[in-house]
């Protein structure tokens, strides 16, 4: 199947007897029919009203902090940094450990059922306003039109033969997606190493192989996403479009063509009126088709190319103003208030139904749950591992002695000093280490702590039988000196040898 991605099947359709074969046989007529959809490129045309206005806010807002993010410092370090080789994960004040893995668990939870939420409230929110696919396909269409023009002038552009005009502005367009798509990928890889460090070291040629790879990888994704797949992606590489249909339903607010009012369609004088000429108010423009970024014809119902972007509602009610017309022909309604008639205020209570109410009381509950949690709980995490080159030993005459190494992690940037103190056995005490044991901010250390008890029958002797047992339960406390509240107890074993 050679000459391009399409694949084709030719069918040869003529006379099936053996008499038909010769001259006959050569006049049998051959169809061609495409086994896929052959891509056709979409031109959008540029759209002005209030979801435009909201959407490229959305765009600003949004690059603004995800480009600005990483140049905010924070005691001295970057505000927000993954830094996976020190497995801590720095945002704000707030210090994540390994440990804290629960934490992002939440995250995701949160996410989910905020997607959730928006998707049965009011369709694909996030696909039309925050996606970083709409948002970078937003960008990079700008740059084209201000690079080759209008939609008209891109498609006289695209027919036309090589030139050096063309050759020029295409040259410029796509050195002008590269650098942002670049800088796009420099900025993801800066969450998680050092940005300021991270450009000295691009500049100086110093790239270690991941960092190099995948500022090339991300850079390379950004641009070929959001300057030549664009509405492929979400039409049939994004997996949002194939199941969000679950979480419709007939009261959920989607951008819906009111086909009572617009049917039957056809042009007309502006100022006439479409009812005393058998028509309804959609005057057959295509100005929806022209402004979709997917291609898609909202007058044929609710479909999964949507990404709920608005545009077409924007592009309606600039047509519906210049003819006289009410806004709303296209517009944000739901199925049921279409069939049936509802009212505004009947429309929007049927939205906040009892599904939409179970999901934003476990996404609030959940948000003030991971909240409090974060804010009351304990900087101190403290680990106890047995030596096991060592359990017990007879350090010296009835003496007996245990090793232990002990984790102390301190997940906060408040240095501290800590104490550490046995208790569940006669005589127990803590050798090895200069107590109080300094930890500063954010910082995990590793300490071989040696316990020793005596071992004195003639000392102790209604204790004798007790303290001949091998296993004895011990309980380690570790107590900031400054901050007492901060405090872990953690159990172990005092081993004594028969």
Known sequence: MPGGSDSALKVVRGPTSRRAAGPVASAAATEEISLYEIRRKIYPRVVHGWFARWRWGLVISTQLLYYGVPWVNWNGRQAVLFDLGARKFYIGGLVLWPQDVIYLSILLILAAFALFLFTTVAGRLWCGYACPQTVYTDIFSWIERKIEGPPQARKRLDASSLSLEKFVLKAVKHIAWFIVALWTGYTFVGYF???????????T???????????????????????????????????????????????????????????????????????????????????CVQVCPTGIDIRKGLQYECIGCAACIDGCNQVMDKM????????????N?????????????????????????????LTIVTVVSIAVRNPLKVDI???????AREAAPGVIENVYRIQLMNTDETPRRFEIRADGFPGLTV????????????????????????IDDAARPSDARDLKSRLHNIEFTVRSVDEPQVVRHETSTFIVPR
């Open 193 to 203: 190493s050092p940005i300021r460090e991270l450009g000295i070291n691009m500049m």
């Open 205 to 287: 040629w110093r790239l270690g192989p991941w960092e190099s790879f995948w500022i090339v990888f991300y850079g390379c994704a950004t641009y070929g996403n959001a300057g030549f797949l664009r509405e492929q992606v979400c039409k049939y590489m994004c997996p949002y479009a194939r199941f969000q249909s679950v979480m419709f339903d007939k009261d959920t607010l989607v951008i819906t063509y009111d086909e009572a009012r617009g049917e039957p369609r056809g042009s007309r004088r502006r100022g006439a009126v479409g009812r005393e000429q058998g028509l309804g108010d959609c005057v057959a423009c295509n100005i």
């Open 324 to 335: 006289g017309y009410a806004r709303g022909l296209i517009r944000y309604s739901t199925q």
């Open 337 to 365: 208030a279409l069939t049936r008639g509802y009212d505004r205020p009947t429309m929007w209570r049927r939205v906040l139904r009892p599904r939409t109410l179970a999901y934003s009381t476990v996404l609030v509950a």
């Open 431 to 454: 050798e090895g280490i200069e107590q109080p044991v300094a930890l500063g901010a954010a910082q995990s250390r590793m300490l071989a702590v040696r316990l020793r008890a005596p």
């Open 385 to 391: 591992i047995r030596d096991r080159g060592a359990l």
